[in-house]
């Protein structure tokens, strides 16, 4: 989905379970520039969507109503679902919200309690 209205779609993943709001954080996949937050790097082929070298742009990581996520997915005009994410790079995004310097604090509290309650599961 496009970060606004008229500009590039990127690759978002959710990385927290709702919380009783209903609220999950969500974070984009953003191309690799020399100035980029290299917390965690993904590559060519790491998801089906990736087709160069990318990096998780913390900064702009979200809390976001999972509600208006799938009302989104709905209007496929608005937001496309894509295949998850392996396991494997998920925990590795999961891991880099709180080594990641950019990462907003709100975002990596919301991520703290979430972890605390539903620890992310390393299958």
Wanted: aromatic letters at 6%; a neutral charge.
């Amino acid at each position: 989905m496009p970060k606004s209205a008229d500009s590039t779609p990127h690759l978002w993943v959710i990385i927290t379970e709702p919380d009783e709001n209903g609220d999950v954080v969500i974070v984009n996949v953003t191309s690799w520039r020399p100035d980029s937050d290299e917390t965690v790097i993904i590559k060519t082929g790491e998801h089906h969507r990736i087709t160069h070298q990318s990096v998780v742009f913390y900064q702009d990581a979200r809390i976001a109503k999972a509600a208006l996520i799938e009302k989104a997915i709905q209007n496929t005009t608005l937001c496309v679902k894509c295949d998850p994410c392996s396991q494997e790079l998920l925990m590795r995004i999961q891991q880099g919200v709180t080594q990641s310097r950019f990462t907003p604090r709100k975002v990596k509290d919301f991520c703290q309690k979430s972890w605390a309650q539903n620890p992310p599961k390393d299958e």
